[in-house]
């Protein structure tokens, strides 16, 4: 029987949805399998057409219920909801190019499920910025472009039919100041996805480098540019988006509703998890206000917030399993860990400053 589709995140089909991902979970983490059925699962409810225009088979949701559909979705599964954002990225920087033959081609298999994609754009936003040369190259060809180097960051990338990946121009190999993002298939010549990297935490997300070796990509697969700033003109998103705290209180929601269920037989717990309660209850709300544009606070200010309090949150929940929750496979185990992630994961220069103060105990 297919699934119901999600039409809204107040929809009984998503609470359905978030409780399979949550019986997945444990396996997950101790597999470390790539989550093919926990992003089949999403295809079918239909989690896929919330990110894209109803012409291409999707939904249209704006900004706030997309939102509060991540944060459902985190609390379920981080893993499955990272997968999820860096294919949305793809999706959206695709879906807001002017290259009407390339939408045409993918974004309908994408909105329904049937093709996948993720992004290879870290080494231009805040990863690998501090080298002297860029890691990955595009050079021009009669056709295209050639590829070279390595995308250091990239998610599903074994799984992926096509890959967003940003790259700088060389002209005769010298580097310009100008980037491109182009939508490269996976079956290419010279394309070569590598072993994933050992992760903390997510590491069933399959990310790792893939390489290009002289990969020739033809003009047809060019989302923008060559332009100076590429990753600045609005296409897809940004670095540090709300999603990203929003996976960040979706996780901490996780711990949190652990806490109160350990709490029916423990009134220790009690006081801890109404201040934990109200927290995260004031954190999803000022997110959700920014996401309208109501609030005073900025977008920075509610990623570090949200940073702080999963570590603290999930620290709360293993402390509250004692030992228990210290053996693989036990959730609260596998939220510390995930809670790391936050602070590496798209994280703007000024938020990685300040919780490392926070952490040092450094207080304006």
């Not at 988006?241 to 711990?255: P, R, V």
Request: charged share 20%.
């Amino acid at each position: 029987m297919p699934a119901a589709k999600i039409t809204s995140p107040d929809s009984p089909a998503l609470a359905e949805l978030c409780a399979r991902l949550a019986e997945l979970g444990a396996e997950l983490d101790r597999s470390g399998r790539w989550p093919a059925e926990q992003l089949a699962l999403c295809g079918e409810s239909g989690v896929y057409e919330w990110f894209l225009d109803p012409i291409w088979g999707g939904q249209g949701w704006d900004e706030e219920p997309t939102i509060r559909g991540y944060m459902a979705l985190a609390a379920a599964c981080l893993t499955t909801t990272f997968i999820i954002t860096q294919r949305t990225g793809a999706c959206r920087r695709i879906a807001g190019c002017r290259n009407e033959a390339l939408k045409q081609r993918l974004l309908p298999g994408l909105a329904s499920g049937e093709l996948f994609t993720t992004v290879g754009i870290s080494h231009l936003t805040t990863s690998r910025r501090h080298l002297g040369r860029p890691v990955l190259t595009a050079e021009a060809t009669a056709g295209g472009f050639r590829l070279d180097g390595v995308a250091p960051w990239v998610t599903g990338g074994a799984a992926a039919d096509v890959i967003v990946i940003a790259a700088t121009l060389t002209e005769n190999g010298t580097p310009t100041d100008r980037e491109m993002l182009l939508a490269v298939p996976t079956d290419l010549a010279g394309l070569a996805v590598a072993e994933p990297l050992p992760l903390v935490g997510v590491s069933a997300s399959s990310t790792g480098p893939v390489r290009f070796d002289g990969v020739e990509v033809s003009r047809d697969w060019v989302i923008v540019g060559p332009a100076a700033n590429v990753m600045r003109t609005g296409i897809g998103g940004s670095t540090g988006g709300y999603e990203t705290s929003a996976l960040a209180i979706g996780l901490a929601k996780a711990a949190v509703e652990f806490l109160a269920q350990e709490s029916r037989q423990r009134t220790d717990l009690q006081s801890p998890l109404d201040a934990l309660r109200r927290e995260h209850d004031r954190l999803r709300d000022d997110l959700l206000s920014v996401v309208r544009g109501e609030a005073a606070c900025r977008n920075e200010t509610v990623r570090q917030r949200a940073n702080t309090f999963v570590l603290r949150a999930t620290q709360a929940a293993l402390s509250a399993a004692k030992g228990t929750g210290f053996v693989v496979g036990h959730p609260a185990g596998r939220w510390c860990r995930e809670a790391l992630f936050f602070l590496v994961w798209s994280c703007p220069q000024p938020v990685a400053a300040a919780n490392l103060c926070e952490l040092a105990g450094i207080v304006d």
